[in-house]
């Protein structure tokens, strides 16, 4: 068969979405939409499969093991760029057995605290820490997981010394924040923005580059501390050697949609932003945030649990 035909056909039965993380979480939110949009543009059902464990390690091999033929993809986030400086004994390399495909959705984490904390701002939080060494404490996930890793970075950059109260997952954490049995977290935007617009989290900074459409009035991190930056992204991925014609179809049609302003506001509902761009540019990003992270895992020794 021809490729042009082979493109024309595609997609003759469902689909499915590979997600390595629970049902209801953040990452299974945004892979429920980008299924529902690929089912509406392909006309085809496009199935959500969730293998939560392993940092998405299980989805991941499933993935790529799995006939490289367009009717498996994988949902893509974050946790995928930290795989390879994480695990010694991957039975893959992600940017190699994983095709990019497209991307979907960036957002960034918050710097937040319990509204009873005395900083103020984040100048007030450094200042405190580096007063007081050792005595705030900072809930995250698990090691490794997006909040760890940004956190350490944080640290690394600004010299603070805070204690680090690890929870299987920020769903666990907040509600030790919230009651103020710890002082600060960093947390992806979508879980905390109703507890933020409730009063009963005080956003100090955005850990993105630029300030949030959802918070505008909170500054970045970076205005305080130069070059930090840790937003949060997903996408999809494929088998390694799916046909280049269905990545592009894949990608074509996940671009059209995300530029709508429907989309564009049902992403900004969850605090993020959509992300645009070809196949080769999802990659790259996939590969810069893969040497970038890899060099703060190092640095902070961060081992797996």
């Known amino acids: 068969m021809s490729r042009i035909a082979r493109a024309?056909?595609?997609p003759i039965k469902p689909i499915r979405l590979v997600v390595g993380f629970a049902a209801g979480t953040g990452p299974d939110i945004v892979a429920r939409l980008a299924g529902q949009i690929l089912s509406e543009r392909l006309g085809q059902q496009v199935v959500v499969?969730?293998?939560?464990?392993?940092?998405s390690i299980i989805a991941t091999e499933a993935v790529v093991n799995a006939a490289p033929d367009g009717y498996t993809l994988l949902f893509v986030g974050l946790n995928n760029a930290f795989g390879a400086?994480?695990?010694?004994k991957l039975t893959?390399?992600?940017v190699r057995d994983i095709a990019p495909v497209s991307g979907l959705t960036q957002y960034p984490n918050l710097i937040e605290v319990n509204p009873s904390f005395p900083a103020k701002t984040l100048p007030d939080l450094i200042a405190?820490?580096?007063?007081?060494?050792?005595?705030?404490n900072m809930a995250s996930g698990v090691n490794g997981s997006a909040g760890h890793v940004a956190g350490e970075l944080f640290r690394m950059m600004t010299g603070v010394e805070m204690v680090r109260v690890p929870y299987r997952g920020n769903t666990q954490a907040l509600p030790d924040i919230l009651s103020g049995q710890v002082q600060v977290m960093i947390d992806p935007l979508p879980s905390s923005?109703?507890?933020?617009?409730?009063?009963?989290?005080?956003?100090?900074?955005?850990t993105a580059a630029t300030r949030s459409d959802a918070l505008p009035d909170v500054p970045t991190v970076?205005?305080?501390?130069?070059?930090?930056?840790a937003s949060t992204w997903t996408g999809i991925g494929?088998?390694?050697a799916t046909p280049v014609e269905i990545v592009d179809r894949l990608n074509r049609e996940l671009n059209v949609a995300l530029a709508t302003p429907a989309i564009r506001a049902r992403f900004a509902a969850l605090g993020g932003s959509v992300l645009l761009g070809s196949p080769a540019e999802f990659g790259q990003l996939v590969r810069d945030e893969t040497e970038k992270w890899g060099k703060v895992i190092k640095a902070a020794n961060i081992k797996p649990d």
Do not use: C, M, W
Not at 193 to 206: N, Q, S, W
């Open 8 to 10: 024309q056909t595609y």
């Open 49 to 55: 499969e969730n293998r939560p464990g392993a940092g």
């Open 85 to 88: 400086s994480l695990y010694d």
């Open 92 to 94: 893959y390399d992600f």
């Open 128 to 136: 405190y820490a580096k007063a007081n060494p050792g005595k705030i």
């Open 193 to 206: 923005i109703e507890h933020i617009k409730a009063g009963r989290l005080r956003p100090l900074a955005v």
């Open 222 to 229: 970076g205005d305080f501390v130069p070059g930090y930056e």
């Open 238 to 240: 494929a088998p390694r």
